[in-house]
């Protein structure tokens, strides 16, 4: 079975930077189908920061409050996928999971469920 694991997670203060990691086990390889970051806060639902489809072209897509500041990209030589967050806020302070073997298309509504395999979480904290 196909196992992620995040990594990246720090605490940082406003303004700062930081790059998630998410790998995923020996022996499985990437499909073509869609990858997503997802964040969830104390006390809030788990809610979509990004996704990468592939299968119609290279398509990326984030939540407004992300925009410009997160990018999200995937290394299928290293079967692993990334979130780059710049300029973070404290509202980005949450719990941070990758999501795979989604649909094969998808934007940055699909449902939670849609997504088959799910990583452990790595914490990000930004301070003010």
């Known amino acids: 079975q196909v196992q992620l694991a995040e990594s990246g997670g720090d605490s940082v203060q406003a303004g700062g930077s930081l790059r998630l990691s998410c790998a995923a086990s020996s022996g499985y390889i990437f499909s073509g189908r869609c990858m997503a970051w997802f964040r969830q806060a104390p006390g809030k639902e788990r809610e979509a920061v990004a996704s990468?489809?592939?299968?119609?072209?290279?398509?990326?897509n984030y939540a407004d409050s992300v925009k410009g500041r997160f990018t999200i990209s995937r290394d299928d030589a290293k079967n692993t996928l990334y979130l780059q967050m710049n300029n973070l806020k404290p509202e980005d302070t949450a719990m941070y999971y990758c999501?795979?073997?989604?649909?094969?298309?998808?934007?940055?509504?699909?449902?939670?469920?849609?997504?088959?395999?799910w990583g452990q979480g790595t914490q990000v904290t930004v301070s003010s």
């Open positions: 990468i489809e592939i299968e119609g072209g290279l398509d990326l």
């Open positions: 999501a795979a073997e989604g649909p094969w298309y998808c934007n940055i509504r699909t449902e939670i469920h849609r997504y088959n395999v």
